[in-house]
């Protein structure tokens, strides 16, 4: 059983990213997925979660309007866009997942209760 995050990198501000987070050795439509990140010195926090049962989509304040999260169930994949980013948005993101309940539409913005999570991807956004 396995996430794995990809695609971070170094980007200007105002540039943009696609994260991808693959999982194996389980079917990702019964997991919500969650995205969170880590900057240097800071407590991890939520960025962004979807529901496997409807799509239901989160989004900390911060990210709103710039981050976009979807998911792939054929592809076992869900992604999160990252556009307009700001030197504030550097961190490690990682991804995470855990097996939703069928009469629940919300994620889980928090990162306990997460049963698995990947390896994390570094973003680093400066000119």
């Known amino acids: 059983v396995q996430l794995q995050a990809s695609g971070g990198g170094l980007v200007q501000p105002g540039g943009s990213l696609r994260l991808s987070c693959v999982a194996s050795g389980f079917t990702l439509r019964y997991y919500a997925v969650g995205w969170f990140r880590q900057a240097p010195g800071k407590e991890r926090e939520g960025v962004s979660c979807i529901s496997s049962t409807d799509g239901t989509k989160y989004y900390t304040d911060s990210v709103k309007g710039r981050f976009g999260i979807a998911r792939d169930n054929d592809k076992n994949t869900a992604y999160l866009q990252l556009n307009s980013l700001r030197p504030e948005d550097t961190g490690v993101y990682y991804c995470?997942?855990?097996?939703?309940?069928?009469?629940?539409?919300?994620?889980?913005?928090?990162?306990?209760?997460?049963?698995?999570w990947g390896q994390g991807t570094l973003v680093t956004v400066s000119s």
């Open positions: 995470a997942a855990y097996r939703q309940k069928l009469y629940e539409r919300r994620c889980m913005s928090g990162d306990e209760g997460y049963e698995y």
